[in-house]
């Protein structure tokens, strides 16, 4: 019998859904990668299965389409997008994911907004910052955005030597006019550039910050348009004597849309 899926896009995040609480299939690392592949199979930068959780409304398991797992912001928001239509929620959730426990709101204009968890621990790499969101992240600000090689130079960053043996996702930020930053990352897992993350922006939103940006940032990814809202608790920007930045950032939200593209079967 053929297992139902959903794909979303989460401003061109893409992922494959399936609600898993009945069947509670275990996905292997080569049936990830092969349901991802964009020419033998669905195609997508992650695999999502909704499943059942005590204390929560219910359990977002995020694989990315190398098999490993994380946290993902975009893949959350498709995740609650999913659930709504499931019937297992309403306008309001709280739901497991990697990190922790999450909640989110859909919004009259249908966006989805996400909380994420408190960031402390920021530290400052000569003309870098490097947090963790939920994943890891190293945040440069560029000119010339659009003229890098993400893929060169994210690639080179992610397999550095000072973040083995996990790695780390790369973001490179412009500034905009107004209270704007345009960000293009290179992802961890899906080893390449991807049209938005969830987790990166809300990175380059809170190293914004510690660039003098105020709540909220609006994002432009090549995906489409993100918000990130925070606040930072001390106000003290400057660096400790072991290199980190003393802010925590506390009710942080990612602000975005996440909609579903098609749906259909699939024979495992």
């Not at 794909?7 to 494959?16: I, L, P, R, S, W």
């Not at 997508?44 to 929560?56: C, N």
């Not at 996400?114 to 400052?124: A, E, P, S």
């Not at 090549?222 to 506390?250: E, H, M, S, W, Y």
Request: proline residues 3%.
């Amino acid at each position: 019998m053929p297992t139902r899926f959903v794909k979303y896009q989460a401003t061109g995040n893409d992922f494959v859904l399936i609600d898993n609480r009945a069947t509670k299939k275990a996905f292997s690392g080569d049936e990830i990668k092969k349901l991802c592949d964009r020419r033998f199979g669905i195609g997508a930068d992650g695999l999502i299965l909704i499943e059942s959780a005590k204390g929560a409304d219910f359990n977002m398991v995020y694989y990315n389409s190398d098999g490993t797992q994380s946290l993902c912001g975009n893949g959350c928001r498709a995740a609650v997008g999913y659930a709504a239509s499931l019937g297992i929620i309403g306008k309001s959730t709280s739901f497991q994911a990697f990190d922790g426990l999450h909640q989110a709101t859909i919004l009259d204009d249908q966006r989805i907004r996400l909380k994420m968890n408190d960031v402390g621990g920021i530290r400052k790499l000569n003309d870098a910052y490097f947090m963790d969101t939920g994943s890891p992240h190293y945040v440069r600000f560029v000119k010339g955005l659009q003229e890098l090689n993400v893929v060169e130079a994210g690639r080179k960053i992610r397999n550095s030597d000072i973040f083995k043996p996990g790695g780390t996702n790369a973001n490179f930020v412009e500034r905009l006019p107004g209270n704007a930053i345009a960000v293009r990352t290179y992802e961890r897992g899906v080893e390449d550039e991807t049209l938005s993350c969830g987790t990166g922006v809300t990175a380059a939103a809170l190293a914004a910050s510690l660039e003098g940006y105020t709540s909220p940032v609006s994002v432009r990814v090549k995906g489409g348009q993100l918000d990130v809202a925070f606040k930072a608790a001390p106000p003290d920007r400057g660096l400790a004597a072991d290199g980190n930045i003393p802010a925590t950032f506390v009710d942080i939200f990612l602000i975005g849309p996440a909609k579903m593209v098609f749906e259909g079967g699939l024979e495992l």
